[in-house]
Nanobody, 122 residues
Framework: QVQLVESGGGLVQAGGSLRLSCAAS????????MGWFRQAPGKERDFVSS????????YYADSVKGRFTISRDNVKNTVYLQMDSLKPEDTAVYYC???????????????WGQGTQVTVSS
């Protein structure tokens, strides 16, 4: 089973940018579609973005479309989430996940990282 470790979170002002990384170990990340989800305090975990195994197909939640970009480097065994034009409502713990296909459904992903906190101040 693949192990996932997120990094890159932090505190940023509204309008700023962050790039999250998700490093995989144990198995090649190229074997998996990858997703990013987020959970704000007191709320359920929500889909943010996903990417197919090859990187040829990407999907985004409407709330982040045009601001976030998912990408992957299968040589570096890493998946990224570039977050631009950040808003206070983007504040959450961000999780990466690995699964057989790129979907928006939490249940389709079998491996999860521990999460990284993103806080956007107004």
């Amino acid at each position: 089973q693949v192990q996932l470790v997120e990094s890159g979170g932090g505190l940023v002002q509204a309008g700023g940018s962050l790039r999250l990384s998700c490093a995989a170990s144990g198995r090649a990340v190229s074997s998996y579609a990858m997703g990013w989800f987020r959970q704000a305090p007191g709320k359920e975990r929500d889909f943010v973005s996903s990417i197919s195994r090859s990187g040829g197909s990407t999907y985004y939640a409407d709330s982040v479309k045009g601001r976030f970009t998912i990408s992957r480097d299968n040589v570096k065994n890493t998946v990224y989430l570039q977050m631009d034009s950040l808003k206070p409502e983007d504040t959450a713990v961000y999780y990466c996940a690995a699964g057989p296909i790129a979907t928006s459904l939490e249940g389709d992903y079998g491996s999860w990282g521990q999460g990284t906190q993103v806080t956007v101040s107004s």
